[in-house]
């Protein structure tokens, strides 16, 4: 049974449509999808809607991916089975996203001034469509214009940190993030702890403070891992006796990403979808 609790559609910086990231997941034959945009519960109702439709076996978890700040690092902690339509979390992500714009407008201004151009906001904003301006969508703005060739050029050339076009972002909290996911009836968990570039020693404080603050799981399973870091993040779910999360942190299809694939937990890791109520995600009407 395939179990994937991290992924994007077009509403953060995926490349696919709601209802084309549901036709992909049925047809990988995922069991349960978790959708967490960044920032916004957008693309929830639509895909909840449209699955509602096909009547096929796919369990929808109403989910986010929340941006953070933790002494210089951007911490990406994940809300999962979430009440999405709760107001009070709504309006509090609008904060975030309005957060996420002002960045969005001062990384334009300083590649306009690197010389890439004076519609380079507006091309950003044409890729992001209705949804979240990012990073991403600059990179994709670059690439398209000829400026870089790739991705990892265009972060390591200006919008990486520490690069001419790198902006601080103005994010909340590790415990503010988990705060408001458990008030909005989820369950929260540190994403992708082994892409922070962290030392042992911090990532330790980290998981720490974020256990004190609420949060309940880490991604023990996520692409890219090798079997030594699996085993050591099986470990760190153990000692802080947090739940386990797996997800593919789907963006758009390619050579190395894909819903669904290699997602199994280890044995010794407890599922955090056993903290659902009869293992069944919540399905708001």
């Known amino acids: 049974m395939k179990i994937d609790l991290h992924c994007h559609t077009h509403y953060s910086d995926g490349a696919l449509s709601p209802s084309e990231l549901l036709m992909r997941a049925l047809n990988q034959h995922v069991y349960v999808l978790a959708i967490t945009d960044h920032d916004t519960v957008d693309a929830i109702d639509s895909i909840i809607a449209l699955q509602q439709k096909e009547k096929r076996a796919l369990k929808i978890v109403p989910g986010v991916e929340i941006s953070t700040a933790w002494h210089g690092f951007d911490i990406h902690i994940l809300g999962l089975n979430i009440h999405w339509q ?67 050029q ?48 911090w990532l330790r404080r980290l998981m720490l403070e974020f256990k004190t603050a609420g949060g309940k799981g880490i991604e ?39 819903l669904g694939r290699h997602l199994a937990l280890p044995d ?5 979808w056993q903290l659902w109520e009869d293992a069944e995600p919540r399905v708001d009407s």
């Open 220 to 258: 023990v399973i996520y692409p890219g891992l090798s079997p030594s870091l699996k085993n050591q993040l099986s470990l760190y779910a153990k000692e802080y006796a947090f739940y386990g999360s797996a997800g593919s942190d789907f963006h758009a299809p390619g050579r190395w990403s894909e």
């Open 86 to 152: 709760d107001e009070i979390f709504a309006e509090r992500l609008k904060q975030q996203q309005a957060n996420r714009l002002q960045r969005a407008q001062k990384i334009a201004d300083k590649l306009t001034a690197a010389g890439l151009g004076d519609a380079i906001y507006d091309d950003a904003k044409a890729l992001a469509g209705e949804g979240q301006l990012t990073r991403a969508h600059f990179a994709r703005a670059l690439i398209a214009s000829g400026k870089v060739d790739n991705f990892d």
């Open 154 to 201: 265009a972060f390591k050339k200006y919008l990486g940190k520490g690069k001419r076009a790198f902006v601080k972002p103005n994010w909340i909290s590790v415990s503010e993030a988990t705060q408001w996911i458990n008030e909005a009836g989820g369950v929260a968990v540190l994403a992708h702890p082994s892409r922070y570039d962290l030392s042992a020693k």
């Open 268 to 272: 010794s890791v407890t599922p955090v």
